[in-house]
């Protein structure tokens, strides 16, 4: 995001708006396999049906064509290096 940003400052348009999202859409039980993998452990999840809505979009993605096009930006950081480095976070922040 960070790269994303620096880029926009140099190339991108004043007064544009651009997204700045993944370049691949996960499931959440990706990432949860990703956590899990992470852990050396198996999650018990449950979702609370109480929390779904039915107006609640079953997909969302920002467009980053406009952001690609504008600035050569590309995903370089991987989403698993980006558990890891959250769980790592985490980690150290309660220990």
């Not at 790269?3 to 926009?8: H, W």
């Not at 993944?22 to 979702?47: A, F």
């Amino acid at each position: 995001m960070v790269r994303a940003l620096l880029l926009l400052a140099e190339k991108g348009t004043a007064g544009d708006v651009y997204n700045i999202s993944s370049e691949y859409i996960y499931k959440m039980s990706e990432i949860e396999q990703m956590i899990e993998k992470e852990l050396g452990h198996t999650l018990e999840v449950e979702p609370d049906p109480v929390l779904f809505r039915p107006a609640d979009e079953k997909v969302i993605a920002g467009n980053i064509q406009k952001l690609k096009r504008d600035t050569g930006w590309k995903q370089e950081v991987p989403m698993e290096k980006t558990v890891a480095d959250m769980l790592n976070y985490w980690r150290k922040k309660i220990s």
